[in-house]
Nanobody
Framework: EVVLVESGGGSVQAGGSLRLSCAFS????????WGWFRQIPGKDREGVAA???????TYAESVKGRFTISKDNDKNTLYLQMDSLKPDDTAAYHC?????????????????????WGPGTQVTVSS
């Protein structure tokens, strides 16, 4: 339905910053829920940030105040600005999207269950 490809991952020391990008294809519906989740091998997906079709962001408590999600419709790109990185942020980061069903459904709590996601980009934070 929508194709997503992440970039921008890498290795950084604690306290550093990275900006992840997610290029996405055209999508068939007017309203979509967009987000980022991260995953460590052997563990469940963890929703990091979401942004709804009105531009309202929500964040996991663990990243609130450090990460910022944004979307550039002209460039068909979703971003995740990550500042003050910690070793616990080490994971594969995936962008995700799905049709938004209205109301307040699109929050960080649902990002891990969205129906379309990219192959991921690795972020490694050293102490």
């Amino acid at each position: 339905e929508v194709v997503l490809v992440e970039s921008g991952g890498g290795s950084v020391q604690a306290g550093g910053s990275l900006r992840l990008s997610c290029a996405f294809s055209a999508y068939p519906y007017n309203k979509y829920c967009w987000g980022w989740f991260r995953q460590i091998p052997g563990k469940d997906r963890e929703g990091v940030a979401a942004i709804d079709s009105y531009g309202q962001p929500t964040y996991a408590e663990s990243v609130k105040g450090r990460f910022t999600i944004s979307k550039d419709n002209d460039k068909n790109t979703l971003y995740l600005q990550m500042d003050s990185l910690k070793p616990d942020d080490t994971a594969a980061y995936h962008c995700a999207a799905d049709r938004e069903y209205g109301g307040s459904w699109c929050t960080v709590a649902v990002v891990g269950d969205l129906g379309n996601w990219g192959p991921g980009t690795q972020v490694t934070v050293s102490s």
